[in-house]
């Protein structure tokens, strides 16, 4: 990819393309310099913010595409403990166009979550401990990803991006936080 990666404007709750489900891209689109120009600028702005994920809904953009990355020193601040409890572990930079959950677990668990396009704030989020996901790559190929835990929770949240959902209208409103409060009080909280 030439060229300098930008670092994109994350919007923020409140901007109506973050409610409207995104246009899939086709093959042909995924491969157009346009959108290879994109998915590396998604993942300077991810990296910067920084976080696990960002969907292109989340920089303005109605695609249905993501990019998603969970670095090891993004966990340096947990214990053992919370990473084996969260199913944590490094995920590789990947990229993910057009998914579709074809398989989820019964069993879930319940995390606080929070989300770039609400900056500050998280919330306990019930989801299936595992998926199944239909996707195309950042080369327009498929590919069918199988997660669990933190990963699985991941896919989760982006894909709800590029439907229109956010963490809010599945959390517990009652866990509603900031992100000072929660790292404040995180000890009390069980799970």
């Given at each position: 990819?030439?060229?300098?990666?930008l670092r994109?404007?994350?919007?923020q709750?409140?901007?109506?393309?973050?409610?409207?489900r995104?246009?899939?891209?086709?093959?042909?689109?995924?491969r157009?310099a346009a959108v290879?120009?994109?998915?590396g600028?998604m993942?300077?702005?991810m990296?910067d913010?920084?976080?696990?994920?960002?969907?292109?809904?989340?920089?303005?953009q109605?695609l249905?595409?993501?990019?998603i990355?969970?670095r090891?020193?993004?966990?340096?601040?947990?214990?053992?403990?919370?990473l084996?409890?969260?199913?944590?572990?490094?995920v590789p930079?990947h990229v993910?166009?057009?998914?579709?959950?074809i398989a989820?677990?019964?069993e879930t668990d319940?995390?606080?979550e929070?989300?770039?396009?609400?900056?500050?704030f998280?919330?306990?989020v019930?989801?299936a401990?595992?998926?199944?996901?239909s996707c195309?790559?950042?080369?327009?190929e498929?590919r069918?990803?199988e997660a669990?835990g933190?990963?699985?929770r991941?896919l989760?949240?982006?894909?709800d991006h590029l439907h229109?959902?956010l963490?809010?209208?599945?959390?517990?409103?009652?866990s509603?936080?900031?992100?000072?409060n929660?790292a404040?009080?995180?000890?009390i909280?069980s799970g």
């Amino acid at each position: 990819m030439a060229g300098a990666a930008l670092r994109l404007k994350i919007v923020q709750a409140g901007e109506p393309v973050l409610r409207q489900r995104a246009r899939p891209l086709s093959p042909e689109e995924i491969r157009s310099a346009a959108v290879q120009a994109l998915i590396g600028h998604m993942r300077e702005t991810m990296r910067d913010a920084p976080g696990v994920g960002l969907a292109a809904p989340q920089i303005g953009q109605g695609l249905q595409l993501a990019v998603i990355e969970d670095r090891a020193d993004y966990q340096k601040s947990l214990s053992a403990e919370e990473l084996a409890a969260r199913g944590r572990e490094p995920v590789p930079f990947h990229v993910i166009v057009n998914p579709e959950i074809i398989a989820r677990s019964e069993e879930t668990d319940v995390f606080h979550e929070g989300c770039l396009s609400l900056a500050g704030f998280s919330a306990r989020v019930e989801r299936a401990r595992s998926v199944r996901v239909s996707c195309l790559d950042q080369w327009g190929e498929a590919r069918i990803i199988e997660a669990s835990g933190w990963y699985a929770r991941i896919l989760q949240h982006e894909i709800d991006h590029l439907h229109g959902s956010l963490y809010i209208d599945r959390m517990d409103p009652r866990s509603f936080t900031s992100q000072a409060n929660y790292a404040r009080y995180r000890d009390i909280e069980s799970g």
